[in-house]
């Protein structure tokens, strides 16, 4: 349907579609919450006030009319499901659009990827928008499934759905004038420029700025996120399944910096988005520890479009699309309703209509390791070895120094001390590569653990008490094709088959949480007392966050961004 419509019922010469009416609207631009109604044609919102006449009024008896809400940056790839089941576990907490990352899928099968989750994105009553992955791989301390250069990412500057360049991830290689990440920069100059800069300070971080980056999401404290909101940085605060970064950040905001701040998830499992929430659940959090639910609000939708230069979205005003919530309580925020584009996609909780059934999309195999050729074993050559020291709700880590036990003239691991065999198997070239290090704070007391999921590169990474066990869940994740697996000597307690690029499954999210769960417990039962210990280990591979972390290569020493080896 055309402007000229959406004009003539703005003037009130033709009915619209749709009137709500009697809403104590949330006027995130002015800054006031008032009752008018809310007139909506042809997806859009066209008129706010009286006088109007609608083919269908729904009376909303006072209740609340917010935006919906948008996920500043997220991995839709940490649901461990494809972008419809994502979508059916987030519109029924009124996140109606998201600025997705898809550089785990972008590691495995680099273009290919990010063109399978735009593809499944078709038909589904969520905007995504996506940020073309700048760091595949993340550096080159790993072995990733795919290389991305500036040239590879060229074509997406066209792309109606591609907003910018995401998080560049190699800091120091952009802050030194690394040629490769400045070729990309160059590229999309006049588009968003994610960041990702933890614990970066002083001189590197202003390099790093004038660079042209414009946003953060790995802040902590409030110092780190007030300097860099000071150079210019709209800081992304983030709540994600392992990185609770939301209270220790909420005294940094003001009714002057908000409107520089946004909302984001980045990574979230799925019974955290189908018990809690999303960009929802830190509203409720925000609101209830004091944040004015106005500047709530506008941090988790309206600031967060204009950070993206998305002039459509993000408000409730004439010329927007008419993506809404209905919320009864402000201070308990939980819409009722859900609106996309003008249309209900949610109420009470739950989604309304099916969406239609994807085609298929056939990938090529990304799980390329030989299990039988696998060797564990390291020999001692030394007393002392590095340890990599899990943080509890971090995916930060320690860098530890700790007497190796030897046992037959090899380390192995140390139960009592909670020391554990880290082995990073490379799965996408069948190299053979296998990092090997030793991990502290997961309490395993017997078997192993082991996935494909492994930020960002995505190799097989298995935590595990003795050899046995280890090897026996490489060869079911193997079998698998990718996913997750538990084992205890040679028997396999629990497994979760992710076949699309080891990363996720098409089943219906709610079966891949029951699955997940049965997962956490079985680890559990193992000794293991994390909230999750596969999302905590999927970060340990990590090599572009602090302090020590393990890819295929070895063992990496970020804040050096060199390999080390493991014995001192």
Not at 93 to 99: A, E
Not at 339 to 368: C, F, H, K, W
Not at 492 to 518: F, K, N, T
């Amino acid at each position: 349907m055309s402007i000229v419509d959406r004009l003539a019922a703005a003037r009130g010469e033709t009915p619209a579609e749709l009137i709500l009416r009697n809403g104590q609207l949330v006027n995130v631009i002015s800054g006031e919450i008032y009752s008018t109604d809310i007139v909506i044609h042809h997806r859009h919102v066209v008129a706010l006030g009286s006088g109007y006449i609608g083919e269908r009024e729904v009376d909303l008896a006072g209740k609340f009319v917010t935006p919906g809400l948008i996920d500043a940056h997220v991995h839709i790839e940490s649901s461990l499901v494809t972008p419809p089941e994502f979508a059916r576990a987030v519109l029924p907490h009124g996140v109606t659009t998201v600025v997705t990352d898809p550089h785990e899928i972008a590691n495995v099968l680099g273009l290919e990827g990010m063109r399978y989750m735009l593809e499944r994105a078709k038909n589904v009553p969520l905007t995504m928008f996506v940020m073309a992955s700048s760091c595949v791989p993340a550096t080159d301390m790993e072995t990733s499934g795919a290389r991305l250069e500036a040239e590879d990412l060229a074509p997406l500057l066209n792309h109606p759905w591609v907003l910018g360049l995401a998080e560049l991830m190699n800091y120091p290689g952009v802050a030194l004038g690394d040629e490769g990440m400045l070729d990309k920069i160059a590229l999309f100059k006049d588009r968003v420029l994610d960041g990702h800069a933890p614990d970066m300070t002083g001189q590197m971080l202003n390099a790093y700025v004038t660079a042209g980056v414009q946003s953060e999401h790995e802040c902590t404290t409030v110092a780190e996120a007030l300097e860099k909101l000071r150079l210019g940085l709209t800081v992304f605060i983030r709540e994600g399944t392992t990185t609770r970064n939301l209270k220790p950040l909420l005294p940094l905001i003001t009714a002057e910096n908000h409107s520089a701040i946004c909302f984001c998830t980045d990574d979230r499992i799925p019974a955290d988005l189908i018990d809690h929430g999303s960009i929802d659940y830190m509203l409720r959090i925000a609101i209830a520890e004091g944040i004015d639910p106005m500047l709530a609000i506008r941090m988790g939708s309206y600031n967060t479009a204009r950070h993206f230069g998305l002039k459509k979205y993000g408000a409730v005003a004439p010329g927007k699309y008419a993506d809404l919530l209905i919320v009864p309580d402000l201070a308990d925020f939980r819409p009722q309703q859900v609106y996309r584009g003008g249309l209900l996609v949610a109420q009470d909780g739950a989604m309304v209509g099916e969406a239609p059934r994807p085609r298929a999309i056939d990938l090529r195999s990304t799980v390329n390791i030989r299990p039988g050729e696998l060797d564990f074993t390291v020999k001692a050559a030394g007393e002392k070895i590095r340890v990599i020291g899990a943080i509890r709700d971090q995916v930060v880590t320690d860098h530890l120094i700790e007497s190796a036990k030897v046992v037959a003239g090899c380390a192995v691991s140390d139960v009592e001390r909670d020391i554990l065999k880290f082995a990073m198997v490379e799965r996408h070239r069948a190299s053979g590569n296998i990092g090997l290090g030793f991990i502290k704070g997961f309490g395993l007391r017997r078997g192993a653990i082991a996935g494909t999921v492994a930020h960002d590169h995505h190799n097989l990474a298995v935590i595990g008490v003795d050899d046995g066990s280890m090897k026996t869940a490489v060869a079911a994740i193997a079998a698998m094709g990718g996913g997750l697996a538990l084992a205890d000597g040679e028997t396999v307690l629990a497994r979760l088959p992710l076949p699309v690029a080891g990363l996720l499954s098409e089943l219906p999210i709610e079966d891949v949480r029951e699955q997940y769960d049965r997962m956490i417990e079985a680890a559990r039962d193992l000794g293991n007392q994390m909230s999750d210990p596969f999302m905590a280990m999927s970060f340990m591979g990590l090599e572009v966050i602090h302090k020590l972390k393990l890819t295929d290569l070895g063992l990496v020493d970020v804040e050096q961004f060199a390999l080390l080896d493991l014995f001192v």
